[in-house]
């Protein structure tokens, strides 16, 4: 596993790596050759520029020597005269069948180099100045040559060729190619160092964040992992702290749930089965004392149903099964029958259940009746159960423009400040001591939120909590119909 994870690691650093040298790569080469090719040009348009602005002056100054033999006797006299760049540049006059009569060289004279150059400058048709790149026939050497035509009356009659060696131009090319080679390579180098470095900086705290999500997956719930930089991986890191935290907490919740559940589940089926068991056996022969058994029997009973209803209730909910069954809807008479139903059982527990008269006339809504009674219900248990030792309970009911706003207080101990944003959550149930499963109101928020309303639940002034439903009055406000 390690070595596949090592291997992983170097895969990524090796994409990322390839990718971005090699588009770098690319550009610098590119560049360096755009630049090379550039710099060729230049320094090759350059010199033949030269090189024609000489040939072309020589011309000018021999064009007015009509006759051969005047010509060439000046052109012998220029020539030996004529000492200025002779080491670097040679100078050559051309019969008209391209043979080379002078030259400042005097090694030339009388061959034929042949060169495009020649059969340009002393083209019968159209004769003109031309320059060349090229080979030197008979050295080899890498030369760049201009020949400009002397012409009488149209036609070439001889020419003016200026030859020179690109050694040093090369040189100097090949030197500046290396420098911009070198400087490519320094960039080349210096990106990648940046990007090592930089790929270093993510692959290694991802690898780090990797670790510890196998921990959390590995039961390690609640582990945190320590933020290092405030950017993406930053970001991802607060995720998956939050994750690791959520996950904690729904385990711990689930847990005290089970541990809750199971003690819920054994207190009644302790006492249906002693019971059951004392009157099988006929331990029991008074009447009244069997009636009392069986009272409790079928007490405990229908709470163990309750609860499995109840869980039955959160295992729709969680798997997508949960519906509801609309219908018009009288929402006060509903939340009356509750009320006068509780009533009565209150009052046989001690407690007084007051109920606020309201003669406002509350239009037929679209409702699941079963599932609003269901958290009427609920809503009036739980107070029972929390907040039964202030020996009273207040319930109402008013409208609010378009919405039914019921409230259901009592006048217990209330919910501690720190623990009222999770009272609605699963499984939750805080620092109560009452008997229940902990997703009784859980359930109660999903059909509230089924109907479009909401449920609020906070404490009262003066002590108590107090349960806040609001519910639409109009159809068009509701969701999940």
């Not at 043979?99 to 004279?109: D, Q, V």
């Not at 959550?425 to 001591?433: D, I, M, Q």
């Amino acid at each position: 596993m390690e070595k596949k994870k090592r291997g992983t690691r170097q895969g990524i650093r090796r994409r990322w790596m390839t990718n971005s040298l090699g588009v770098v790569l690319f550009v610098i080469l590119f560049a360096i050759t755009a630049f090379s090719v550039a710099m060729e040009s230049y320094y090759y348009a350059t010199m033949s520029s030269g090189l024609r602005v000489k040939a072309e002056y020589v011309v000018d100054f021999f064009g007015d020597y009509r006759t051969q033999s005047e010509y060439y006797q000046h052109v012998l006299s220029y020539v030996n005269s004529n000492t200025e760049d002779r080491d670097e540049v040679e100078m050559q006059f051309l019969a008209s069948d391209g043979s080379i009569r002078f030259s400042t060289f005097g090694l030339a004279a009388y061959s034929s180099p042949g060169t495009p150059d020649i059969a340009g400058a002393l083209d019968p048709e159209r004769p003109q100045t031309t320059s060349w790149t090229g080979k030197d026939p008979s050295t080899g050497e890498h030369i760049m040559a201009v020949t400009t035509p002397l012409t009488i009356d149209g036609r070439a009659v001889s020419a003016v060729r200026y030859v020179t060696s690109l050694r040093l131009v090369d040189r100097q090319l090949i030197a500046i190619v290396g420098i911009s080679g070198a400087i490519g390579l320094a960039i080349l180098l210096l990106v990648y160092f940046f990007n090592l470095y930089f790929v270093k900086s993510i692959v290694e705290p991802v690898a780090g964040i990797t670790e510890i999500t196998k921990r959390i997956a590995a039961g390690s719930y609640g582990i945190q992992i320590e933020k290092q930089r405030d950017d993406e991986i930053g970001d991802l890191t607060d995720a998956i702290n939050d994750m690791s935290e959520r996950i904690d907490q729904s385990e711990k919740m689930k847990s005290e749930f089970i541990s809750s559940v199971s003690h819920e589940l054994r207190t009644p089926l302790t006492a249906i089965n002693g019971w059951a068991e004392t009157i099988m056996n006929g331990e029991v022969r008074d009447a009244d004392d069997v009636k009392k058994g069986m009272g409790i029997i079928v007490s405990e009973a229908k709470r163990l149903t309750g609860m499995v209803e109840e869980l039955l209730e959160f295992s729709r909910i969680e798997d997508g099964r949960f519906t509801l069954s609309m219908e018009p809807v009288d929402l006060k008479a509903e939340f009356e029958d509750a009320v006068y139903t509780y009533k009565e059982f209150f009052r046989k527990e001690g407690l007084e259940l007051r109920y606020e008269e309201n003669e406002e006339e509350f239009p037929p809504m679209e409702a699941d009746p079963g599932r609003l009674r269901q958290v009427f219900c609920n809503i009036l248990d739980n107070a029972s159960k929390h907040g039964g030792s202030g020996g009273k309970i207040d319930a109402a009911i008013r409208r609010e423009e378009d919405w039914a706003v019921i409230t259901v207080r009592d006048y217990g101990a209330g919910i501690p400040e720190e623990e009222l944003p999770y009272v609605k959550n699963k499984f939750y149930k805080g620092s109560s001591k009452a008997r229940g499963s902990g997703i009784g109101l859980a359930v109660c928020d999903e059909i509230v939120t089924r109907h479009g309303g909401e449920l609020l639940i906070g404490n009262a002034e003066g002590g108590g909590c107090v349960v806040t439903i609001r519910l639409p009055l109009d159809a068009a406000a509701m969701s999940g119909t």
